[in-house]
């Protein structure tokens, strides 16, 4: 599976849209991306995935840039209980069980 | 509701001791996992099972055992070979058959051996 790499750290104002970027340059034509979200002391929660095509749902957008090496998680109007560490993964569909590799992630701090 | 359910969610044991964490699901799930988590890092994975009665070890095995004798039950113990057992503890599973698959994630429990 590929390596991703995120800032560590990222503030938002609430009501703001949160940007949050993905490099991802070792990506395989195969592999999908996928964002998962952990709120502090809870289990991470799917937030959204894409393979090549931008993609939105009622929690986010995905946007993955043309070459596919990388991507940005957009919360378009954030809000205080957005406040969590977002993890992007690039796995191939059903390598090694399912397993997904979580790296350090990005801490989103929502702020008044 | 469907979901998983993790028990209990803070555990405490004394240094020797076995521990099992119950993971449950009711989603119809295939694929179970556990994940180790470690303050301020990402989670790892310990062990993982496809189908009922067969499980694969993960990146960190060593001091852990697990069992599938139920498609909806996943334990996990915590064994005293286990050098580090502090942590958070998640089970999560999926739909393997699903393309792609999203891992749904129980609330997780807090080990703590004094």
């Known amino acids: 599976d590929a390596k991703t790499t995120q800032p560590p750290s990222m503030d938002c104002a609430e009501g703001r849209a949160a940007n949050l970027p993905c490099n991802h340059s070792t990506i395989s034509g195969n592999e999908y991306v996928y964002w998962y979200r952990q709120i502090h002391s809870q289990g991470p929660q799917y937030i959204i995935h894409?393979?090549?095509n931008n993609e939105t749902n009622e929690m986010a957008s995905l946007i993955i840039t043309e070459d596919r090496k990388s991507s940005t998680l957009i919360l378009p109007h954030a809000t205080l209980r957005d406040t969590a560490v977002y993890y992007c993964?690039?796995?191939?569909?059903?390598?090694?069980?399912?397993?997904?590799?979580f790296g350090q992630g990005t801490e989103l701090s929502v702020k008044p | 509701d469907g979901g998983i359910t993790q028990s209990p969610k803070y555990l405490f044991r004394k240094e020797g001791q076995n521990v099992t964490l119950s993971c449950e699901q009711n989603l119809n799930h295939d694929a179970m996992y556990w994940y180790r988590q470690d303050p301020g890092q990402g989670l790892r994975l310990i062990y993982y099972?496809?189908?009922?009665?067969?499980?694969q070890k993960g990146d960190i095995a060593e001091g852990y055992s697990v069992s599938r004798e139920k498609k909806e039950s996943f334990p996990l113990t915590v064994t005293s070979a286990q050098k580090n057992p502090t942590a958070f503890y998640l089970c999560?599973?999926?739909?393997?058959?699903?393309?792609?698959?999203?891992?749904?994630f129980g609330p997780g429990t807090r080990l703590t051996v004094l």
């Open positions: 993964i690039v796995r191939v569909h059903g390598n090694q069980g399912g397993k997904l590799i």
């Open positions: 999560a599973s999926s739909m393997l058959r699903a393309r792609p698959n999203e891992q749904f």
């Open positions: 894409g393979l090549k």
């Open positions: 099972s496809q189908i009922v009665n067969d499980f």
